[in-house]
């Protein structure tokens, strides 16, 4: 017998959710705590702590602190929000790169979308607000050995954090679109998931724009095609985009580009030949590439330690212009 044809609703939040769902089956493995494997003291968070999340709850967090003392000065802060199914520590070579350089570094694990808990992994509009909570409490109530520079603060953010950035410095982003990208591209692999799982789009809150961020690094962002133009054209602020040309997760041209192409202000582009989705995420020790080797394969001849010795030094360099670094610390 023929079933009656679903309502326009209930497909936008089939269509979308998995369309997320196939980011998350990957991104949990990515997600898996460093601590257990293995991982240097000074890659550690010099602080982890919880901060008060709203609805939330209680927030999960960590800090680097800058590595040679402000003399008593606001220093920069720099907020990191990681991909879907990960935590804090997702990015400790890159946090502790920007701490070296004596940027005061912020990243929490977001609620519901983590190696623990994975019941809101679809809901990406809930993230940008819980980022804009860490920076709340990190200017009004974080009582560290530095104080926060309200005036100079950025925001780092990979895969799903990377849809998160771009909400959070003005991207807004289109349930609808999301269920034409993948009408129209049944074969990708996020799109064959979509009878799984869906999306309450009732809690799909788009607008999320925090202008206390004055710089942003975004590398292999999700959903990117989602982001309408006109809010895309409206962010002016310094950006900074990194692209995997072999991203087998997000591919091209419906994930970087459009947000590339939409900014206001162009942004600086880098496109990084021969590497895959998860080389944005830190070298894999031996035993982590046996135990995971989908995380952790890189194309033949790519070497993920050396991309990110570079990585790090052009987000330090990008955020220690963007953000004035020198003027903010007279």
Known sequence: MPQPAPSPRSRIACLAGFLLFAFILLAVIAGLPLSAHAQTDRLIPDQSFTFPGG?????????WLPATPADGKPVPLIVISHGNGGWYRGHPDTARALAD???L?????????????LSRSTQLTMRAPQLSRLIDYMIRDWSGPV?????????????????????A?????????????????????????????????SNWRPEARDDRIKAAVIAAPALG??????????VHIPVQLWQAAEDEILPAPWNVEPIRDRLGARPEYHRVDGAMHYDFLPPCSPGM?????????????????????????EVVHFFEEALKFEEALK
């Open 55 to 63: 609805a939330d709850g209680p927030i999960e967090a960590g800090v």
């Open 101 to 103: 350089a004596g940027f």
């Open 105 to 117: 570094v912020a990243a929490l694990t977001h609620p519901g979308d983590n190696f623990r808990d």
């Open 147 to 167: 104080a926060v520079d309200p005036d100079h603060i950025g925001a780092f953010g990979f895969s799903a954090g990377g849809f998160t950035v771009t909400s």
């Open 169 to 201: 410095i003005g991207g807004v982003s289109d349930a609808v679109a999301i269920r034409d990208h993948c009408l129209t591209h049944p074969d990708f692999f996020a799109c064959r998931l979509l009878a799984r799982q869906g999306i309450d789009i």
């Open 225 to 234: 095609f989602s982001f309408t133009g006109a809010s895309l054209a409206s």
């Open 289 to 313: 590439a046996t135990e995971l080797p989908d995380l952790c394969r890189s194309s033949p001849g790519f070497d993920r330690a050396a991309f990110h010795r570079t990585l790090n030094a």
